[in-house]
């Protein structure tokens, strides 16, 4: 299995700002997700983050407004990029290890 | 993407068993059947898969129809900390084979009553 760590594990940032969250395995991985968790909802897709290659972004999201990096195997970062309170959620780190997936804390964001 | 449709919400008494329901008359071929739950506060958990058979784990049960256009995950014994939300997900084929990524729907709200 893999152990995730994000960090941070919750923030309140003003509209406008962006704000970058860090994923951290355990071990190497080769397939990294980022979901979105907004309030009462399921979880939402937004992009797949593998290393060596520009992330894929799901329908609805843009790289401008998400940039996501991928430096290594162990680690990836998602932005929010120019905040408004509509991008308040959850935003939670996953990685795929043979048929399973394994999922992070999230990061609770709150924008005002 | 193939759908699932679940109901919103079910209940059940502490250590009694639960099934949970899930159709997916949409299925393909390659499709695998993946549960996973979320407890409160936490990321989603994997909790089991399969394909065509049943399949059993130390978490749950996973019974699939023959025509494989449903399936029910059972926990055997309900316990307070199995009350979570409960996603069955369609999971094709890909990537080169390994699997695809997960597309949650809205799940299954699990309430379990001392």
């Known amino acids: 299995s893999a152990v995730i760590s994000q960090k941070p594990s919750r923030d309140i940032c003003q509209r406008g700002t962006s704000l970058t969250i860090q994923c951290q395995v355990d071990?190497?991985?080769?397939?990294m997700f980022w979901y979105r968790q907004q309030p009462g909802q399921s979880l939402t897709l937004i992009a797949t983050?593998?290393?060596?290659?520009?992330?894929?972004?799901e329908s609805g999201f843009v790289i401008d407004k998400f940039p996501i990096s991928r430096p290594n195997l162990t680690f990836s970062t998602l932005t929010v990029s120019n905040m408004s309170p509509e991008d308040s959620s959850i935003y939670l780190c996953s990685v795929g290890q043979g048929t399973e997936q394994y999922f992070g804390p999230g990061t609770r964001l709150t924008v005002t | 993407d193939a759908k699932t449709t679940q109901p919103n919400s079910m209940e059940s008494n502490e250590e009694e068993p639960v099934h949970l329901p899930c159709n997916h008359s949409?299925?393909?071929?390659?499709?695998?059947i993946h549960w996973y739950r979320q407890l409160p506060s936490q990321g989603p958990e994997y909790v089991i898969h399969g394909l065509t058979s049943n399949v059993n784990n130390r978490m749950a049960s996973l019974a699939i129809a023959e025509d494989r256009k449903s399936s029910t995950l059972i926990l055997h014994r309900a316990t307070l900390r199995d009350a979570a939300v409960y996603y069955c997900i369609l999971r094709p084929r890909g990537y080169g084979g390994s699997q695809g990524n997960l597309i949650f729907g809205k799940g299954t709200k699990l309430s379990v009553k001392p």
């Open positions: 071990s190497q991985v080769t397939m």
């Open positions: 949409t299925i393909s071929g390659t499709d695998y």
């Open positions: 983050a593998n290393q060596g290659s520009e992330a894929t972004y």
